[in-house]
Nanobody, 124 residues
Framework: QVQLVESGGGLVQAGGSLRLSCAASGRTFSSYIMGWFRQTPGKEREFVAA????????YYADSVKGRFSISRDNAKNMAYLQMNSLTPDDTAVYFC?????????????????WGQGTQVTVSS
């Protein structure tokens, strides 16, 4: 089992950047695929990005490709989401999640463990 805590959210102007962090506790962090999702009021949670166990493979939603970058540091039990060129459409609560699966998946159901979320607000 793994516990996840996100941090780094906040208010930023359009065009700005933020770096979200996800601190994981529990054993064998390196055995989990890590993902980031986001959700706005009245909408379903949306896949943003995911990274493989070793960090060698990453996958992004089309809406953030080229602007966001996911990474992890297994020695520190940390996952990150670097967000650049932010727009108001990126405003959401961002969640990190862990999947015990073998392949990167976008489906929310593939991720068994979730953080509490961190708010990102992008002003125009």
């Amino acid at each position: 089992q793994v516990q996840l805590v996100e941090s780094g959210g906040g208010l930023v102007q359009a065009g700005g950047s933020l770096r979200l962090s996800c601190a994981a506790s529990g054993r064998t962090f390196s055995s989990y695929i890590m993902g980031w999702f986001r959700q706005t009021p009245g909408k379903e949670r949306e896949f943003v990005a995911a990274i493989s166990w070793s960090g060698s493979r990453t996958y992004y939603a089309d809406s953030v490709k080229g602007r966001f970058s996911i990474s992890r540091d297994n020695a520190k039990n940390m996952a990150y989401l670097q967000m650049n060129s932010l727009t108001p459409d990126d405003t959401a609560v961002y969640f990190c999640a862990a999947s015990g699966g073998y392949n990167i998946r976008e489906a929310e159901a593939e991720y068994a463990y979730w953080g509490q979320g961190t708010q990102v607000t992008v002003s125009s």
